[in-house]
């Protein structure tokens, strides 16, 4: 019995490749997955996938010569995503850039899967970690270089103050996404997804943990018609 | 002591008139606010304010000839929204268009919140309530008339389907407004709310019964730099 | 002091086999509940056993040689459920067909569950994996199969959407399995269980993973006397 | 612009008649999906509409000799449905029978909800309220003249805990439908709610209060081709 | 029975007069209170008792002679205190500042409580309302004036970041009060309450709501020895 | 039909009296009650009733001179219970004492609940009301008279610290009661409740405003067997 | 710094000698409260300690000459709880005769923690396990053996009926304890504990997992004066 | 990519220096992290490391002869901070003294961060552990040598009852930080929060274990301006 459908009328249908969520698959089930997508689009994007898993399975891949010869991979050493592509793909280029931002350095390995995610867009990221609200007046600097930025997508975990205050500043939408580092209260991220959404100034909220989501729609925004 | 702040700054810096929300204010308090915000912009829209505070604030506007000398009030049916404009205020059009899907005819409400928002940021939102889930083939023909618009506000309570299924079948961003219309576990809106967070294609959520938030994301996303 | 009751009585009363709860039992435990049931009934079946126990309880069991002569086991690879018979145990054949669906590859545990109580209970599973949501149009192929069964079990965790879906499509009951498969304000299965109880077409919801359950609802409908 | 969709294709679909929420609509919304409604398909179930709407919307239209001479309403004193059909409606009879048990007196008012839409569906409701948990020997001879039942819906708010109780002495399904009756921790349903998926002997479970998918679920069950 | 016990020792064990919360009490038991309270101290002073019971009591106290000779009333017009005092009643000066911030006009009436508090206490209040977070430089000219404060009260609602902004910025003890003004997911209190537990500067949080106590926190923090 | 199935039995099986539920309940519904009742045992006890549906009950009873010739009624003016008896009916005397202890003044309601159900038990009562925990040498005076009491009820709200105080300072099981009396985070009764189960004292808990509860349980806890 | 204040005071006061939680304290902590203990009062009782805790300690201990000459250990298998005592302490006998039902094997391990307790505190545990619900017939051979106990303790998880369904079987206090074991909506004992105290026939309930809570007022209860 | 921004203005600002949060950082994420503040402050505090953590970091940095020329290191051995300074580092002394309570050992390791901060604040901190509740004479010799302590931080799991008992007894602020330690109902120190945050006596609460945010806020309190 066959049981993956890689759906790939939903890349003609709405321009968005589809990207598997690691976490919880075995590593045959993810070996099967991999082949299953080459096959189908030359590409797969594996998110939520984690280091040691990672490991495991670029450890098989690459000791196949058949393998090696045909594909390359790309991966990202906080585990956040992994992408593998036959040597022949080409990455259309958007022209399309979006700003990243995070409140603390917990909350990169999430800011690290949505700029995967933009890349294989062919999206360009503007980035800057650890900005935090604690000192305000770090925000400005890091604000600069995103002028021309479409949106702004920004992380962040605990009380997740800073997509509101980011959207009190910028122009452009801000995607907030509650991050699930913190502890106490703030463990988990419901206090931050909370905060987001009870935000005075708008803000277009994801899941918790969600950079792909935040990048899609990030994506979207990017390319609505003019 | 003056304790209303307006901030017409904001206007200028983020291109968002800044909206009064009318719930748990007196009617003196609203008339303060009134006069302060007409003083200063030519304009006030009043959102969340209820038909009948709505009603007794228009008695008491309509009857002061000073006052309908110099100014007109819109308002929404439902009480979903008051503006109130000096006479030779002028409406920039945008050239923006918006489209607005509801689930029920119970979320009607906060789709006509939205629909003012944008009307007042020269926007036009192109509206089809009531497409449900139940029957989903009705949402086809419901989308026919959206082709050109740059995003879709879609509103749903008790289960909060619809924003994701539409996700899955439009290209451009998604905003998902939970309504706390519905009962037993689908009231408040929370189970809509994390159906549309949790949703596999990306929707860009604000808070429960935010039509306002919705309609400022939108006019957002309409006038990124291209 | 012996402190398991095998409540033979129950199938009689109720036509359900009791099923034990292999979760936080110990191996020794397990190893005297098998024993205890297979000589009052001559089966035992065992959920949420996890691989790791199943395997060690199989090790010991089939390098016993009087075991081996009088038992037969069957097994989940998934660790899904655990049936161990006397050689001589027959099936009742009823003739029953149930459908079985899941969003997503790692709800197939759940789905495994039900399959093999379903078995157990002489029915048979017509089951199609991975239909998701995000894409819609894999559903109508997955269903074609499904024409002549007396309910459809549907497994599905992070939003939850699919079980009213096809709630929407067939005119058989629809069983509603949540998951606990996802992460962030989907993880633990509460998002999906609400989405399914506040679903607008009817579904018959049971706990999360609660793939038994399902199973014997299913049973139960399918021999509903005419 | 007509906002209301009769989706007059499902009932062909899924054999259900479309059943409109009563709750926070308007009256002059209601008398509109009535005409709406009758127009159409010569019948309109209405349910969560409360005994002061009823009242004014009968009133209206009993005065209306037009409407009399058409048409006939059926209406239940606590409030729980209102049907109006044309007179020569005829309404199939189906020879299903189902059962109805509430736990106490304050849950009748979702019993008769479940009860009318039966009858709408062609079914016979046997009923038995107030059996209560407290003397589970109150349970034995309300469960006598059910014999011959397809499914029995049991409704219990507080702690919830007839339906598994019930489950576990008959061989059909049962349907539980938690209560928003009771105060404290029982209040608002959740805790019967919860009792009821957490059941060991399965339950199949809709929303709090939602009596109108219990009678659907019955009548699914009822039908299972044979 | 005499069921009101007036801990008159209190006062002289913490220095802080005890408070009654006038909330779900009677007019006819809350006279009562102020009767005991009056003949013990001097002083009552009733919190959380709203506009028409304030209205109530005063109508009947102010009409009669005894009382009037003898006591005089301090209200606030917004139904958030009632102080009742003997026209000998000497209220000592401390001398100490406080700073008393809000989000919204819909949180001045905790202010306003917590200011007839620290008023009581014989303190000074240097308030600004309304100095929001969506346009954050109206925050520094309203804390320009509270240089000399010993805290900083700051009371928001919604998705409560006042006061960690607040915080970031002065050197003085920030107390947090979240109100319950707010929709959605926001409603309640709950957001807010979260975001300020969780803030990355160290707020001192008290109860939604909770005005009162967070005056009593300000005192005791002015008087720390020194 | 006739809906209310009087537990006769119950009394003789349990040794205590079937209370009703008053809340919720229609006058007309009520009548039946009390008549259906009183037929049966002489006696009806209405627990939650209110004081409107108190008297409107009350008023139609004592204008019929029928029912006053045979009955006599005992109510509550805060409207926490009403017990109708025959005239002739004879309450055992058992001579068990019992402690009830309230928090606050607005817990009254409650104690009287609990007080009433106690006397119609044939028990006495020892009550002390508002001790509070704020001056905790107000609780030792009110214990002294509570000497050969078998158990105390204690009740409180908001932070539910009284039944924990208690049960560390008395040698006789505490039985707790939480009150839904409260604000912010201590409305609705959740914060007392689980501050009495996370009590580092053991104290028996019961259900938020359960009066009638607890007082059953004093009794049966008075009444063990020696 | 002798951080350990042995309440010796309250073994006096209350009756009840105090018990050590062992959870999350390190071995080198725990080895510090047993001597403590032993020098203090001749006896200590460690419960939540964990099978691997538990044999780490008596491995060190039992090695200890001295240790064994002047102390004896008893340990429950299942890591319920530890108790160590001088040769020479002397266990009052009370007489007193508690009942203890679970519903499933995975509850024995709260009730061999309150066995243990109730052993030391001189009671008689009348014990009976795995009764269930599914299965209510298995409940009254389970009774029969508790006629003479002065209370049951009943220990539930998942949906937590059994402790309701006993109480309105039997004439003394049911003592419900909530169990933690279960899965989905059932898992950590939220459900089993919601059910409790909304149970009809009042149940006196204790937190989740609390076997030494329960045991304490099972013993309180006993020892009522007479 | 430098993305450590080491806030070294924050100091001047407020007067605290910025701590860094240890829990989820790599080690090697953790050496940038000292290195960057060393450089720049010459101090690094860590907190919520964890043993094996500080150990890994220590057994790296003490092997380097260059580092151990110019810094030294304190670290408790409980893993709740961990503080680097250059050798010449002068930490100012403050003469503030603040108390430090907890009712259980397992609340220790949150003491012990508070005492780390506020050492390195330059106060003294006057610390008993242990206190309990259960018996409340344990508690009054604790606060004996607290008589000169501008607040006291008092830290409490399970129920959380201390705080508010404390604010009861003194006359400085009580800073209340709940303690995750715990099991049922009070696993997760939520119900220690909403028990201080509801307490009669006002209590100024911090998030669940932040021992810094308690200790920041008494060094807030006592530097106040006289």
């Known amino acids: 019995m066959n049981i993956i459908k890689h759906d790939t009328d939903r890349e003609r249908r709405c321009g968005i490749p589809e990207v598997v969520l690691g976490e919880r698959k075995s590593i045959e089930n993810l070996l099967d997955v991999i082949k299953n997508f080459l096959d189908n689009s030359g590409r797969v994007i594996i998110t939520r996938i984690g280091q040691k898993t990672t490991k495991a399975i670029l450890d098989l891949l ?7 010869e045909k594909y390359r991979t790309e991966y990202n050493s906080r585990g956040a995503a992994l992408v593998i592509k036959s040597k022949d793909f080409v990455r259309q280029k ?62 962040a975990g605990m009380e997740g103050t800073l997509p509101g205050v980011v959207a009190g500043l910028v122009d452009v939408p ?53």
């Open 62 to 68: 690459e000791n196949d010569e058949n393998f090696k």
């Open 174 to 226: 801000v995607i907030g996404v509650p991050s699930s580092v913190g502890y106490g209260i703030g463990s988990g991220g419901r206090a931050a997804l909370f905060t987001m959404l009870a935000s005075c100034t708008p803000v277009a909220v994801v899941n918790i943990d969600n950079g792909y989501g935040a990048a899609v729609l990030a994506y979207q925004i990017a390319r609505v018609k003019k």
């Open 94 to 155: 958007t022209g399309y850039k979006i700003g990243i931002l995070t409140a603390g350095t917990s909350d990169i390995r999430i800011a690290e899967e949505a700029k995967t995610i933009l890349k294989e867009l062919g999206c360009e990221a503007v980035v800057d970690y650890d900005v935090g609200v604690a000192g305000i007046h770090r925000l400005f600097p890091a604000l600069e270089p995103m002028k021309d930025v479409s949106s702004v997508i920004v992380i």
